[in-house]
């Protein structure tokens, strides 16, 4: 009776990859350091674990943010030279898996500089990113939907790019500013443009004034976007928030550290872009409140009162920032009946009813989850604060977003 030899990867495999304790790690990492010939094998087994997460759902930016939560940094470029590598393998389940927003995705990633270490320590690193990709399950697998050229070339993929630019524009203005009233009126310009591409996009693609043209036909699709630690409740909500007054769903997935927003493409840039300018101007404005709190002598809590009070602050700022970007989306809407003479609710309410039906084809079981860790009143009364200032450029056309 003969058997075959399954190598030193697969040796090692066996050691480590099915077993939680530093023993079988050891055992593992050293057999692959003893034979530098497994180099190239062991390379190609990542590349395969990496092909087998994209049929499991997974997407780069998820892959990478799970090894960066649970791992190091090493880890982390290793993951990154795997995807990379795995993307350019001609394989046909890398780069054009996910089109255009897989690309940005991968474009984000840097190889990672020649390692220099030890062979023990480098084969340990592998062994236990391996042991993770290998464990993680399967994801809702997502589509990306894009904007594409109608026959003839004449697409409108174009203008649109120029208006999310100059939105992506205001809001990095506004997050760079030191002056809280300048960085307020250049996010309502923003939130003024978001609204008013994404009603016009509804329009065009319902055979509105401008029709017949660009956008592909086709239903709503889905992102994942980050929802990270700390204080992950209250920037879920945060999200949520947005995207709703945006004509999208979001599904929080607390074990993997993101939302899932279902919408349309031009809903799904502006969420996306607006979510986290506001993050960025809620973390600016809840340090100043703490130092404000500081420099007046409040006493009291320490550590454990910081983590309330900033809980409490960014939950109350993604509650009164919802009510307010609802607002402003309702007002855009009734400027857009007057200045075109249509009625737009019965096309934003097919659209709605559309990103309900697919959020539900996607997560037929969701449950809700009471926020955590709200106990800190002064945290609560200047985070609504810091919302409602966030809202008061006064940009032309917007009662003060």
């Not at 099915?18 to 190239?40: C, E, R």
């Not at 939130?191 to 509804?202: F, K, V």
């Not at 945006?246 to 799904?268: M, R």
Request: hydrophobic letters at 40%; one cysteine or more; a neutral charge.
């Amino acid at each position: 009776m003969s058997t075959t030899d399954p190598g030193t990867v697969g040796r090692a495999f066996e050691a480590a990859l099915y077993a939680d304790n530093d023993t079988a790690l050891d055992t593992g990492a050293s057999l692959l350091a003893a034979d530098p010939g497994a180099d190239a094998e062991l390379a190609r087994r990542g590349q395969e674990l990496t092909a087998a997460l994209w049929r499991r759902g997974w997407q780069p930016a998820d892959v990478v943010r799970m090894v960066r939560r649970d791992l190091a940094e090493a880890h982390v470029q290793l993951a990154s030279d795997l995807i990379l590598a795995e993307s350019g393998s001609g394989s046909g389940s890398g780069s054009g898996t996910g089109g255009r927003r897989w690309a940005a995705q991968l474009a984000e990633l840097a190889p990672a500089p020649p390692y220099r270490g030890d062979r023990f320590t480098r084969a340990t690193v592998v062994l236990e990113l391996y042991r993770l990709l290998l464990r993680l399950p399967a994801l809702e697998p997502l589509d990306d939907p894009r904007p594409r050229p109608a026959p003839g070339g004449t697409g409108r993929a174009e203008p649109a790019s120029r208006m999310l630019g100059r939105i992506r524009a205001l809001l990095a203005k506004a997050e760079a500013t030191g002056y809280p009233e300048e960085a307020e009126a250049l996010t309502a310009k923003a939130q003024e443009l978001m609204a008013r591409h994404s009603i016009d996009e509804a329009l065009l693609a319902s055979g509105g004034p401008g029709g017949g043209g660009g956008l592909a036909s086709g239903g709503p699709g889905a992102v994942r976007i980050g929802v990270e630690p700390p204080y992950e409740q209250a920037k879920a909500v945060l999200l949520d928030a947005v995207a709703r007054a945006n004509n999208c769903q979001a599904v929080w997935n607390e074990p993997f550290c993101f939302s899932t927003v279902v919408g349309y493409e031009a809903e799904l840039e502006a969420v996306e872009m607006l979510y986290t300018s506001l993050l960025v101007q809620a973390t600016s404005a809840m340090t100043r409140a703490e130092a404000e709190i500081r420099k007046g002598g409040a006493k009291g809590g320490g550590r454990r009162r910081t983590k309330t009070f900033r809980q409490s602050f960014l939950a109350a700022y993604a509650h009164r920032m919802g009510a307010r970007l609802t607002e402003a989306a309702d007002h855009q809407i009734a400027e857009a009946k007057a200045e075109s003479g249509r009625e737009v609710l019965p096309v934003l309410a097919s659209r709605e009813a559309a990103v309900r039906a697919e959020t539900d084809r996607l997560f037929p079981r969701t449950t809700t989850t009471r926020l955590r860790g709200v106990t800190d009143e002064d945290g609560w009364n200047r985070g609504r604060e810091a919302a409602d200032r966030a809202r008061m450029g006064r940009a032309p056309g917007l009662p003060g977003r």
